[in-house]
């Protein structure tokens, strides 16, 4: 009876071993849902972007949590493995962070499918302080009152990474990083337009009056003074800006990196500007107060003198603000609740595109502001010294000219500064008149340096257009001390003798 028993058991445990080996062998042959995790398996993140090990942030590890569609636990939990690593992004789409936490306004959920889900709970519930089930809660974001702009999207695996963060006070979070959706172009919005099509039409058209002005300045001869060169350069540093603030615009084609050194390359560039425009009113000023107007070096020299002082000056201030970017600035915690909504919000304007931080900013700015008081100082003590002299020489009269220029060129670089920064608050009507701004700037500029100057437009008929032109408003007409300096009358008088 004994042995009969024995036998009974010993069958019950080779009958129980081998179901269990049988349902491992399913389950081995089942294919695995792959699970994409941002850090390591025994490392979390930090609100920073770090990835630290679970037993300095003394948090456990973290493993995926599936949900269905109606906020419930599936039955079955999904036979999955981890895969380590953020998700590539295609070129168009950017990589963004998502914080899912008690209180934020986005939710994360992954699907059995390995799908995962984002919602984003719209503000007006999230600031009147309602609190839903989970059940519930996704039924209100599904059937929403505005059915036109969804309330969810999903994530296939790829495109997301998930994993377990710390935040700042020591709260517990899920963490995503993204590749944004393909937002889908209105061109009815007035916004939209406005943001793809004027604001990139106004930044090529302010680019080719910059680069008519420094074509012009460059080729004539008699404009190659140390003036023109510093229009030529200040042309040529806008040029640049422009560029860089036109890259800016078309967000969906770059990374953060790329919006970065847009930003880096734009304020670089402006700042080069001030500094030139610096320079040319020291020169003015300086000369207005020698008792010697005649120069001992020559303009070539000066302008050496002038390229290191800018140069050197734009240069070192741009390494000093890329350490204070990336030394000393942090990123917001509101920019890192964010989500491809709130970035897409942030489209409209490319002079809202800021990703330099605060103190970068304050390294690149501050300067200009300095610049901006020098020059002001330049500018009345020059006038105050013009005021009190009573006749004017060639030299005089060609410095009275530089003056002019000088005070023109710095009041609409100024105001164009100032517009530009007013638009870092979030302000539709800002962002227009920074637009406005931007291409007058560059209309005024080609007026004041080219088409309002007599000498310029003189020497740009005759060397393009002669008498025998076919437009009578293009022929240069006979020379006159206002169009020419000393020498060039004689000089133009045999030229047109060869012509003819």
Known sequence: MTDCAMILVLACLVVAVAGTAMNDLEISERPALLIPKCCLEEEVITQSGYCEHV??????????KFMTEDGQIPPTQPYYKLTIGPPVCPRHRQLWSIYSYAGSTDRLVLLPNGILRHYARDKESFESGSKYGSSKYLQILEHNAHPEEPRFYDYMPGEYCLDKAVLEDERESIFSQVCTPKASTDWSNTDILIA???????????????????????????????VGNIITTISICLIVAQTADLVRTFTEFSSHVSFLVADVVLYTALMAAFFWINSLGYYVHRHFKSSNV??????????????????????????????????????????KDGGPEMAHDQKMCSANQRNVGWMG??????????????????????????????SFGRIHSKLKYSFQMFVKVFVIMTIAWLFFMLTWIQSRILCYINITTNILQALLF?????????????????TCCYDNCICTCCRPGEPTPETCEWGEEMHYIDTLDNFN
């Open 55 to 64: 037993n300095v942030t003394g948090l456990n590890k973290w493993k995926p």
């Open 361 to 390: 900013i304050a390294v690149f700015f501050v300067p200009v502001a300095v610049l901006v008081i020098i020059n002001i100082y330049f500018w009345r003590s020059t006038a105050h010294t013009i005021s009190r002299i009573s």
């Open 294 to 335: 005649f120069l001992r070096s020559t303009d070539g020299r000066k302008y050496c003198y002038y390229s290191c002082y800018v140069w050197g000056c734009t240069a070192t201030l741009g390494v000093i603000a890329l350490f204070a970017h990336f030394l000393f600035e942090t990123n917001s915690k509101e920019a």
């Open 446 to 462: 080609l007026y004041i340096c080219v088409l309002s100057q007599k000498r310029v437009t003189f020497h740009l008929r005759k």
């Open 196 to 226: 793809r099509i004027v604001d990139p039409l106004c930044h090529v058209l302010s680019i080719i009056c910059y680069l008519a002005i420094a074509i012009v300045y460059f080729v004539l001869p008699q404009l190659r003074d140390l």
